[in-house]
């Protein structure tokens, strides 16, 4: 009896942790759901951000083909690029959007360069939060000089 119980322990420890790295958990909040999008794009990590982007339906990568992700991820990464980033509001509700949050984010793109921008966040029928993204033009063009 003992053997059977330690190898059904063992299988149901494997199905349960599986898939994810340490360090790359699926993120449980709003905000844990933000700092690692944002970190992963400091780090220019597009595969980690498409395991974080998408919508209430669930990862973009699971209804996009590979090529048209990384188009968008590659613009995502290069207009949301930062050295520093701080959320000064939210997460706050969206208006007629049960499932979302926005937050404002101050990102800093150099020493003398900030811009605030709203980014969204989304809840998967299944309780996991993944970032919607933004309104690209409320942000201004990351390869124009910076206005004070």
Known sequence: MRPRLTVLVALGCLACGGGAAPGKLAPQSPQETLAQFMSAVKGNDLERMRTL????RGLAADRMKNTDLNQ???VLQ?????VGYRVVEGPLPVPNKEDRRVFRVELQR???CTVVVPL???RTKG???LVVGTDLATIPNPAAPCKA
């Open 110 to 112: 150099s020493t003398s």
């Open 127 to 129: 309780g996991r939060w």
């Open 78 to 82: 290069i207009y949301l690029n930062h």
């Open 72 to 74: 968008r991820l590659t």
């Open 120 to 122: 969204e966040v989304a």
């Open 53 to 56: 982007w998408g919508s209430e």
